[in-house]
């Protein structure tokens, strides 16, 4: 898995999705490129894929320079 930067912060998928989800997971996929742009800042998102419980898979959305972030639950 690659790190990336998130806020001035080094991350991995699993502490991304951490930030993302504001508790611990279980499991997480590799970040990627999420092809879109920040709907506060106009900066680039990551996404990553992760298993908040076991029997839940969540994508998440976080920006790299501001406090935004979102998932894809209904």
């Given at each position: 898995m690659s790190n990336r930067v998130v806020q001035g912060r080094m991350v991995t998928a699993e502490?991304?999705?951490e930030m993302i989800e504001g508790e611990d997971i279980m499991e997480a996929e590799a970040i990627t490129d999420a092809d879109r742009e920040c709907p506060n800042c106009g900066e680039d998102v990551l996404q990553v894929?992760?298993?908040p419980t076991v029997t839940e898979f969540v994508t998440g959305y976080k920006c790299q320079d501001c406090d935004w972030?979102?998932?894809?639950r209904e």
């Amino acid at each position: 898995m690659s790190n990336r930067v998130v806020q001035g912060r080094m991350v991995t998928a699993e502490s991304l999705a951490e930030m993302i989800e504001g508790e611990d997971i279980m499991e997480a996929e590799a970040i990627t490129d999420a092809d879109r742009e920040c709907p506060n800042c106009g900066e680039d998102v990551l996404q990553v894929g992760y298993m908040p419980t076991v029997t839940e898979f969540v994508t998440g959305y976080k920006c790299q320079d501001c406090d935004w972030a979102e998932t894809d639950r209904e």
